[in-house]
């Protein structure tokens, strides 16, 4: 009975840590939407990579400590982290810019609240 006491209260845990990612990356989302680039570094920019470091580093640590309560569980990797890692980075001329990219993001986000 302990051992299964114990997993839920880490199944428990990691949905709790899913829903602070969750909320974590909208509010990066919403100030990217709003104009601030970085959070999808497409332009590589050495100040703007400064500026989002800490809410990459906080989302970073979330989804760590997620896939270690999922890998635990016997469950998937997060693959909410696993898209958003993908979406970063340098894009060609012609992709949209990031606070487009956002909102495209937030929408799908937000379309079951």
Known sequence: MAKADRLERLDTRRADLEVDY???LIAAL????????GLFDHNA???ARAAVAPTIAELT???EEIDTAREQLFM???ELHQEFLR???PVDSQAV????????????LTAND
């Open 30 to 37: 919403k100030v990217c939407a709003a104009g601030k680039w």
């Open 76 to 78: 998937e990797p997060f």
């Open 61 to 63: 640590e979330l989804a």
């Open 45 to 47: 920019d050495r100040t």
């Open 97 to 108: 810019g990031e606070p487009k990219q956002a909102r495209a993001w937030l929408d799908r």
């Open 22 to 24: 969750r909320e974590a």
């Open 87 to 89: 979406q970063r980075g």
